[in-house]
């Protein structure tokens, strides 16, 4: 498993990664390797993720949309009716347990409930700063710095409004980043990066290296342990990486991914 989940939604699409998605592999033919990719591994990792978000956002936006008419039956009959309609794939439907997840996660999807008051006054005042960009959350300044309560996993992909997938974000930050839940989701094919020391990256790729830092730690693989992805946030934050690059030449995405996992 990548993480340790906490909401439904991320256990549904943690249960497509472990039942499909992990298993995606991408190989070369006629005795030509991987080896001329800037890395073969990060590039099976992205065709592993990229598989799993395909099938999650089909499944999630499918049964949100047959809600009002199966909500109601018991996950077994879900999953044929999701099946029937070739919304879901066939092993999925016929997974109990990931139709459970898909139901519950549905459910939180079309209920859209927003953190109680008390929950969301106290992760305001959880951290003082964004923690992706790290400015300083104001309630008086400008309106990009107020701070406002982020769901670390989309409430519309079945993220709960529980303290622990919440977190306090920058207006702008949390705008922004929108429902992107994995590296994967950014800019991957779209990156051609210059570096110039008077511009910052698109906010898009930052966004997307923030979620690579962000996976890479709670996965265990920077050697802190396997964790949620709110731990992983707050002994991270800011996320927003500093590229360390002083030259001009342009880059490519994975290059740019390369140099966060470098980073540790």
């Given at each position: 498993?990548?993480?340790?989940?906490t909401t439904?939604?991320?256990?549904a699409f943690?249960h497509i990664?472990?039942?499909?998605?992990?298993?995606v592999?991408?190989?070369?033919s006629?005795g030509?390797t991987l080896?001329?990719?800037?890395?073969g591994?990060?590039?099976?990792?992205?065709?592993?993720l990229?598989?799993?978000i395909?099938?999650?956002?089909?499944?999630?936006?499918?049964?949100v949309?047959?809600q009002?008419d199966?909500g109601h039956?018991a996950?077994?009959?879900?999953?044929?009716q999701?099946?029937?309609?070739?919304y879901?794939?066939?092993s999925?439907?016929s997974?109990?347990r990931?139709?459970e997840?898909?139901?519950?996660?549905?459910?939180i999807?079309?209920e859209a409930?927003a953190?109680p008051?008390?929950i969301?006054?106290?992760?305001?005042?959880?951290?003082?700063?964004?923690y992706?960009c790290?400015i300083?959350?104001?309630?008086?300044g400008p309106?990009?710095?107020?701070?406002?309560v982020?769901?670390?996993?989309?409430l519309s992909?079945?993220?709960?409004s529980?303290?622990?997938?919440?977190?306090?974000?920058?207006?702008?930050?949390?705008?922004?980043?929108?429902?992107?839940i994995t590296?994967?989701?950014?800019?991957v094919q779209?990156t051609?990066?210059r570096h110039?020391p008077?511009?910052?990256?698109?906010?898009?790729?930052?966004?997307s290296?923030a979620m690579?830092?962000?996976?890479?730690?709670?996965s265990?693989?920077?050697?802190?342990?396997r964790?949620?992805l709110k731990?992983?946030?707050l002994?991270?934050?800011p996320?927003?990486?500093n590229?360390d690059i002083?030259?001009g030449?342009?880059?490519?995405?994975?290059e740019?991914?390369?140099?966060?996992?470098?980073?540790?």
């Open positions: 498993m990548l993480w340790r989940p439904y939604g991320e256990r943690l990664y472990e039942a499909l998605g992990r298993h592999s991408v190989d070369a006629h030509v080896d001329f990719l800037v890395s591994r990060s590039f099976q990792e992205f065709a592993k990229h598989a799993t395909e099938t999650f956002i089909r499944c999630v936006r499918a049964a949309y047959l009002p199966i039956l996950p077994a009959e879900y999953g044929r999701l099946g029937r309609r070739d879901v794939p066939r999925l439907s997974d109990r990931f139709c997840l898909l139901k519950q996660t549905a459910i999807s079309s409930k953190a008051p008390a969301a006054k106290d992760i305001k005042h959880e951290t003082s700063r964004c992706l790290g300083k959350l104001t309630k008086t309106q990009h710095c107020r701070p406002t982020e769901h670390l996993w989309p992909l079945g993220g709960e529980i303290e622990e997938n919440l977190i306090a974000a920058c207006n702008d930050c949390n705008t922004k980043r929108a429902n992107s590296w994967a989701w950014g800019p779209s051609d990066y110039d008077k511009i910052n990256p698109d906010v898009q790729l930052r966004l290296l690579a830092k962000l996976m890479l730690e709670a265990g693989e920077r050697g802190g342990g964790c949620s731990e992983a946030a002994r991270l934050a996320l927003f990486p590229l002083k030259d030449r342009h880059r490519v995405y994975f740019l991914f390369d140099e966060v996992r470098k980073a540790g």
